[in-house]
């Protein structure tokens, strides 16, 4: 080092010295110094907070929000607004809808000043002689999809707490009572996890609860409702509550309804116990109020398409959400991760076995809607087909193993991907069922049919009946459960399919072929890509050209490393003409068929903007469409998974 060097440096520690505001490290300019924020500890919180939430402005969509917080000492106070939601498994509490958020005490104003590096968190300085503090606040819900999750609509509204409270930092969210009181539009009918108590000045008095339950208990509410019992029997009674954007839309056939009798009866059958006081399938049916599928222990936030109830078999796309959710009583809320078994809801939460929490609740989602007869079999197996399909052709798995997939939540939060064919979004969901698919015929095969999967559930979901304080479990608590099933090197089979990555990588299809299937391609989609395909007005050509588009032919996606990629082509494109003719599916499929019997090779004209283009494919393997096919003379253990467990029971009563 230079003299010249040594004195910049020495001057430099000098004016350090000499500077306040240095010496402290880059300390925020606020107004008051930040205290640290409190370890949450797991004692009460004195008293109970009344939380006050007016829900009846349902033209500007807002909520106003009241509430008062007891307090026991002066000084600087922590407040949280929840960050970390439960079902979501990422840091997505809407705080900037939070919007005129006022704190006071006997009357007076107190100021507030956000943690500018836990920006969910607000302090305030509690006046001497003061035992509650006041707040304030409107949470300015979403006008329209651009701007979030719409939660309210002119016909009916979703009200989740977590969105509209205030906590106290350093405490536990099991030991923070709550007093939740709620106002709806005049003559709106609702339904939700809590009881009422009874109603003061216009509000219903809901049953005390804890922070931790309180957010767990949301609220449907709508003009147009309808409501009935699933499951009466015991002590536990499961309801289907119902809102739609018109009275028509709530009605339900005795047939179908019978249908969701099953899928209670079923997930009994499967489980052997259940882990609530009474559960309440909250069901929007809307195409107004945002999508939704989040469960929670005693009820569960459906949204689906207009014609679910009044015509069942027009719409594939929300037949197993209802049973995805229910199953998550059990598995996520009951039996819980431990890793997400966090203090409050400002705690970051793990995802390391997201693919037991969502991707065994898939497997089971898509078994008990077949089990109930909301789906047939047919259109179970296209499920698993196109499971397989993509795990077997995605070049993600190349680069990514699928459990690296359960940070996405954090990461990616479900924002729009330019390639998700190579950047993966979520697998843990579909390529994690297709582990427990492996599993379950991997321990049908060893036991000769003698057991399954479903003694798994029945060991490690199915036991303390009634009890709905969450229960955690770790990987080695899973694969305990496993070997008492069947002695097998679990761990090891679980941790090559998880973390499966490479070129070499296998395609996690096991589960098929021991299932007594095999995957293969055909000209025509299976029953439930045609059905799926038609509904969401897509056109497919992913495992040929490498193409997905809309009715209106344009590309919205190309696969990685496919023709079309290799072409230069991304989402965004326009099909306007093929071999010389306008350009329509049917067009496009006349092309692939004809370059596969000999004919000219596939030409494509693109328009983007101002830009057109013309290419060119030399493809000559025809439309490709994934099915499974049976494998004769071997056992058909998938028909067996799929087959009605009340049906079996029926049988060997007789």
């Not at 699928?402 to 990461?411: A, E, L």
């Given at each position: 080092?230079?003299?010249?060097?040594?004195?910049?440096?020495?001057?430099?520690?000098?004016?350090?010295?000499?500077?306040?505001?240095?010496?402290?490290?880059?300390?925020?300019a606020l107004p008051v110094t930040l205290v640290p924020i409190p370890e949450a500890k797991k004692e009460?919180?004195?008293?109970?907070?009344?939380?006050?939430?007016?829900?009846?402005?349902?033209?500007?969509?807002?909520?106003?929000?009241?509430?008062?917080?007891?307090?026991?000492?002066?000084?600087?106070?922590?407040?949280?607004?929840?960050?970390?939601?439960?079902?979501?498994?990422?840091?997505?509490?809407?705080?900037?809808?939070?919007?005129?958020?006022?704190?006071?005490?006997?009357?007076?104003?107190?100021?507030?000043?956000?943690?500018?590096?836990?920006?969910?968190?607000?302090?305030?300085?509690?006046?001497?002689?003061?035992?509650?503090?006041?707040?304030?606040?409107?949470?300015?819900?979403?006008?329209?999809?651009?701007?979030?999750?719409?939660?309210?609509?002119?016909?009916?509204?979703?009200?989740?707490?977590?969105?509209?409270?205030?906590?106290?930092?350093?405490?536990?969210?099991?030991?923070?009572?709550?007093?939740?009181?709620?106002?709806?539009?005049?003559?709106?009918?609702?339904?939700?996890?809590?009881?009422?108590?009874?109603?003061?000045?216009?509000?219903?008095?809901?049953?005390?609860?804890?922070?931790?339950?309180?957010?767990?208990?949301?609220?449907?509410?709508?003009?147009?409702?309808?409501?009935?019992?699933?499951?009466?029997?015991?002590?536990?009674?499961?309801?289907?509550?119902?809102?739609?954007?018109?009275?028509?839309?709530?009605?339900?056939?005795?047939?179908?309804?019978?249908?969701?009798?099953?899928?209670?009866?079923?997930?009994?059958?499967?489980?052997?116990?259940?882990?609530?006081?009474?559960?309440?399938?909250?069901?929007?049916?809307?195409?107004?109020?945002?999508?939704?599928?989040?469960?929670?222990?005693?009820?569960?936030?459906?949204?689906?398409?207009?014609?679910?109830?009044?015509?069942?078999?027009?719409?594939?796309?929300?037949?197993?959400?209802?049973?995805?959710?229910?199953?998550?009583?059990?598995?996520?809320?009951?039996?819980?991760?431990?890793?997400?078994?966090?203090?409050?809801?400002?705690?970051?939460?793990?995802?390391?076995?997201?693919?037991?929490?969502?991707?065994?609740?898939?497997?089971?989602?898509?078994?008990?809607?077949?089990?109930?007869?909301?789906?047939?079999?047919?259109?179970?197996?296209?499920?698993?087909?196109?499971?397989?399909?993509?795990?077997?052709?995605?070049?993600?798995?190349?680069?990514?193993?699928?459990?690296?997939?359960?940070?996405?939540?954090?990461?990616?939060?479900?924002?729009?991907?330019?390639?998700?064919?190579?950047?993966?979004?979520?697998?843990?969901?579909?390529?994690?069922?297709?582990?427990?698919?492996?599993?379950?015929?991997?321990?049908?095969?060893?036991?000769?049919?003698?057991?399954?999967?479903?003694?798994?559930?029945?060991?490690?979901?199915?036991?303390?009946?009634?009890?709905?304080?969450?229960?955690?479990?770790?990987?080695?608590?899973?694969?305990?459960?496993?070997?008492?099933?069947?002695?097998?090197?679990?761990?090891?089979?679980?941790?090559?399919?998880?973390?499966?990555?490479?070129?070499?990588?296998?395609?996690?299809?096991?589960?098929?072929?021991?299932?007594?299937?095999?995957?293969?391609?055909?000209?025509?989609?299976?029953?439930?890509?045609?059905?799926?395909?038609?509904?969401?007005?897509?056109?497919?050509?992913?495992?040929?050209?490498?193409?997905?588009?809309?009715?209106?032919?344009?590309?919205?996606?190309?696969?990685?490393?496919?023709?079309?990629?290799?072409?230069?082509?991304?989402?965004?494109?326009?099909?306007?003409?093929?071999?010389?003719?306008?350009?329509?599916?049917?067009?496009?499929?006349?092309?692939?068929?004809?370059?596969?019997?000999?004919?000219?090779?596939?030409?494509?004209?693109?328009?983007?903007?101002?830009?057109?283009?013309?290419?060119?494919?030399?493809?000559?393997?025809?439309?490709?469409?994934?099915?499974?096919?049976?494998?004769?003379?071997?056992?058909?253990?998938?028909?067996?998974?799929?087959?009605?467990?009340?049906?079996?029971?029926?049988?060997?009563?007789?």
């Amino acid at each position: 080092m230079s003299r010249h060097t040594l004195a910049l440096a020495a001057s430099a520690l000098a004016l350090l010295v000499s500077t306040p505001a240095l010496a402290q490290s880059g300390a925020p300019a606020l107004p008051v110094t930040l205290v640290p924020i409190p370890e949450a500890k797991k004692e009460l919180y004195p008293q109970p907070i009344e939380l006050w939430v007016d829900a009846t402005d349902i033209d500007r969509r807002i909520m106003n929000v009241r509430q008062r917080i007891p307090v026991t000492q002066a000084g600087p106070m922590v407040l949280f607004y929840p960050q970390w939601i439960p079902g979501n498994h990422g840091p997505v509490g809407p705080i900037s809808q939070i919007a005129n958020l006022q704190f006071s005490a006997n009357g007076q104003r107190i100021e507030w000043v956000r943690n500018t590096l836990h920006p969910w968190a607000y302090q305030i300085d509690v006046p001497q002689g003061v035992q509650t503090v006041d707040v304030s606040f409107q949470w300015l819900t979403p006008i329209d999809g651009a701007q979030g999750r719409v939660v309210i609509t002119p016909e009916m509204l979703n009200h989740q707490w977590e969105k509209a409270v205030l906590y106290p930092a350093g405490y536990a969210s099991s030991h923070i009572g709550f007093l939740p009181r709620l106002k709806l539009p005049q003559g709106w009918q609702y339904a939700g996890a809590l009881k009422t108590e009874g109603t003061i000045d216009g509000y219903l008095e809901l049953e005390p609860i804890n922070l931790e339950h309180l957010q767990d208990s949301p609220v449907f509410a709508g003009q147009h409702f309808a409501q009935h019992e699933l499951s009466s029997n015991g002590p536990s009674s499961v309801r289907l509550n119902i809102v739609g954007d018109t009275a028509d839309v709530v009605q339900v056939k005795d047939e179908h309804l019978a249908l969701h009798r099953n899928l209670v009866t079923e997930a009994d059958l499967l489980f052997g116990a259940r882990h609530f006081d009474r559960y309440d399938f909250l069901v929007a049916v809307s195409d107004k109020l945002g999508g939704i599928g989040l469960e929670h222990m005693r009820s569960s936030e459906n949204s689906v398409d207009t014609k679910y109830f009044t015509d069942p078999t027009a719409t594939i796309v929300d037949r197993d959400l209802l049973g995805h959710e229910y199953v998550h009583s059990w598995n996520g809320k009951w039996r819980r991760p431990a890793d997400q078994m966090v203090a409050n809801f400002n705690e970051p939460l793990q995802n390391s076995l997201l693919w037991v929490y969502e991707g065994q609740t898939q497997y089971w989602g898509l078994i008990l809607t077949a089990r109930a007869g909301l789906m047939t079999k047919e259109e179970a197996l296209g499920v698993i087909a196109n499971n397989a399909a993509q795990y077997s052709t995605t070049p993600s798995r190349q680069w990514r193993a699928m459990q690296d997939t359960t940070n996405d939540p954090i990461i990616q939060q479900r924002r729009p991907q330019p390639w998700p064919s190579v950047q993966r979004s979520e697998d843990y969901y579909r390529e994690g069922s297709m582990v427990w698919l492996d599993a379950d015929t991997l321990i049908r095969e060893k036991t000769n049919g003698r057991k399954s999967l479903d003694d798994f559930a029945k060991a490690f979901f199915g036991i303390e009946d009634s009890n709905w304080e969450a229960k955690p479990y770790t990987f080695d608590d899973v694969v305990a459960a496993l070997n008492s099933v069947v002695v097998h090197d679990w761990a090891g089979f679980l941790r090559d399919r998880v973390d499966a990555v490479g070129p070499d990588a296998p395609a996690p299809i096991n589960g098929v072929e021991q299932g007594g299937y095999r995957l293969v391609w055909k000209d025509t989609p299976n029953a439930y890509m045609s059905q799926l395909n038609k509904e969401l007005g897509r056109v497919d050509f992913v495992y040929s050209l490498g193409i997905q588009m809309n009715k209106s032919n344009r590309i919205t996606s190309v696969g990685w490393n496919s023709l079309a990629f290799q072409q230069g082509l991304t989402a965004g494109w326009e099909v306007v003409a093929v071999n010389d003719r306008a350009a329509s599916e049917d067009a496009i499929k006349e092309a692939i068929t004809a370059a596969k019997d000999g004919g000219s090779a596939i030409t494509l004209i693109v328009k983007r903007d101002d830009r057109f283009r013309t290419v060119t494919f030399d493809y000559r393997d025809g439309l490709r469409y994934p099915h499974l096919e049976r494998v004769e003379g071997t056992p058909d253990r998938l028909g067996d998974i799929l087959s009605a467990r009340r049906d079996i029971r029926a049988r060997a009563r007789r």
